[in-house]
């Protein structure tokens, strides 16, 4: 039963990114929010924390009840204000609280969650207020538009839609369940929302300016309480990181997160952000805010002593690099990282990378593979990686048995099924954003800015992704190609502008100049 409402759940979201009417779309959304905590309470059922709950049927009534007003007077708030929700769904991205639910404790994106919970009451709100497909956001499904979209962007909810099915499909051949309920339910499910939310408001140029503003505040609160911590010595949260700590020469921090390596994903994605307005910003006030942001960033980065986050940051700047100066020089800087990395990599470890020296990544890895290859066609399971590993290999106290390497992962759990439909979505999500880039990268500054920064943060994404995993369940992965999906166009179908130049949907729609060739030099979008 549990399995079948795990399917049940993950098909609801997959049509609710597929749907073309509006209403239809949040409808499907809004049933599989609900249905996403029924199937972890009842996971976890005999919890003590659930035991608890229903030990004190009133108490948890009042709090239900308490949560539902405050989402619906939030919701009041977004119908308002619609120029709010982005911005707002930025800023919930990067926060997870830790929570007991009985059999462990759990880092979950509470902010996140009521964000997004808002928003789709608030837009249930506006199609039953205004009919399907009245308000913003029309009648096609995100990203499906295809006389607005490329040929493979229109084709990523699609590509998230079977990715998602299939997941849950393949969490029957786990023997224990539980983690891939929680990826649905906690995860998956939320951040298909998510999606939805985002790619039907195609980004203009004060929305981005807001979301810009977001990032830069909160990596330098985020970078000033990395600064505490690495000046005090004093770490929250992570009992194995404040262990570590003490057995080395060096101190990581790791901020208001759980793991110093997803707080320099963080901060290298905001960076990435941070130096497109350096490379695309005409604004003097602009450049030398964006920079100076980015160097406080940077040292924040330099103190979590996440390799992971490093070489990803080195990745998105690459693609930045080959984006706005061309190809040739985009190679030329990838070949000095490179030198350089592998350089610094001979230097720190001898000549070889250990298995120690890349956090037990080695044997992650050559386990992994073992596992595909004794499940070839379906894998071991959905969610299953880290108990096959341990039932297989063991794994000391202290040692992380999840899987840090996404391609592994989906290989060891889902056979070559689920690595054929991977192979498919990165096809689909790169080709796109490559696409977005314009035919002829070798011309410098060909593409839009947008464009440039989605390539780079995704690049940043993927990159880590090798190193840490968590591609699919982290909500930047979903955010990003939402903004994709939404605000893109191919440079084949920009309208021309005054001079030559060529504007993108973003630009046309951001108020920053005219984007029908009109006399004066729109602004860069971003």
């Known amino acids: 039963m549990l399995w079948a409402g795990t399917v049940l759940c993950a098909a609801l979201a997959a049509g609710g990114l597929l749907a073309r009417d ?21 996971d976890n059922w005999d919890s003590g924390r659930v035991a608890d709950l229903r030990d004190r049927p009133a108490f948890a009534a009042v709090g239900l009840a308490a949560a539902l007003a405050a989402l619906y ?26 929570v007991d639910l009985g059999g462990g404790s759990s880092n979950l994106l509470l902010p996140l969650y009521a964000v997004i919970a808002v928003g789709v009451i608030a837009a249930l709100m506006g199609t039953q207020a205004a009919g399907a497909g009245a308000t913003s956001g029309a009648s096609d499904g995100p990203g499906s538009s295809p006389s607005s979209r490329g040929p493979l962007l229109r084709y990523i909810s699609l590509a998230l839609a079977v990715v998602l099915v299939l997941y849950a499909l393949q969490s029957g051949l786990a023997e224990e369940i539980s983690p891939a309920v929680q990826n649905v339910g906690f995860f998956l499910v939320p951040f298909a929302a998510l999606f939805a939310l985002l790619a039907e408001q195609p980004l203009d140029g004060a929305t981005l300016r807001r979301v810009l503003w977001v990032l830069a505040i909160e990596g330098v609160l985020l970078a000033l309480v990395a600064g505490y911590q690495y000046a ?19 101190f990581r921090v790791n901020s208001l997160f759980f793991d110093p390596n997803i707080f320099g994903r963080y901060l290298a994605i905001s960076m990435v952000a941070l130096a497109t307005v350096v490379a695309y910003g005409r604004r003097r006030a ?48 990838g070949i000095a990282a490179v030198l350089l990395v592998a350089a610094a990599i001979a230097l720190i470890s001898g000549g070889g990378l250990t298995d120690e020296d890349s956090s037990g990544r080695k044997g992650l890895i050559e386990g992994g593979v073992e596992m595909a290859k004794d499940e070839p066609l379906l894998g071991v399971g959905s969610g299953a990686f880290a108990d096959e590993f341990k039932k297989r290999y063991g794994a000391a106290e202290g040692f992380a048995a999840v ?63 090798l190193g840490y995993a968590a591609f699919f369940t982290d909500p930047v992965t979903w955010a990003v190609l939402a903004f994709a999906a939404g605000t893109l166009v191919p440079l084949g179908e920009r309208a021309p502008r005054s001079g030559g130049e060529e504007t993108t949907a973003a630009e046309g729609s951001g108020g920053d100049g005219p984007a029908d060739g009109g006399a004066s030099e729109p602004q860069p979008v971003t």
């Open 73 to 98: 007077l939030g919701a009041l708030v977004i119908r308002a204000r619609p120029a709010l929700l982005v911005p707002l769904l930025v800023a919930a991205l990067p926060f997870r609280i830790p």
């Open 286 to 333: 602009e450049l030398i805010g964006a920079s100076v942001v980015f160097a406080i960033l940077l040292a924040a980065l330099v103190v979590t002593y996440s390799q992971s986050s490093t070489i990803a940051l080195i990745a998105g700047m690459l693609v930045l690099i080959a984006a706005r100066w061309g190809i040739a020089q985009g190679v030329g800087a």
């Open 232 to 250: 005090a010595r004093d770490l929250f949260w992570n009992d194995k990181v404040i262990a570590g700590n003490e057995a080395h020469p060096y």
């Open 22 to 42: 509006r209403r239809t779309r949040y409808m499907l959304l809004a049933a599989a929010l609900v249905l996403a905590p029924i199937l972890v309470i009842g």
């Open 403 to 465: 899987s840090h390497t996404e391609p592994i992962t989906v290989l060891a759990e889902q056979g070559v099924v689920g690595f054929a439909a991977y192979l498919a979505f990165l096809a689909v999500t790169i080709g796109g954003l490559v696409a977005a880039l314009g035919p002829r990268l070798a011309k410098p500054a060909r593409g839009p800015a947008l464009a440039a920064a989605l390539t780079g943060i995704y690049a940043v994404l993927l990159v880590h992704s």
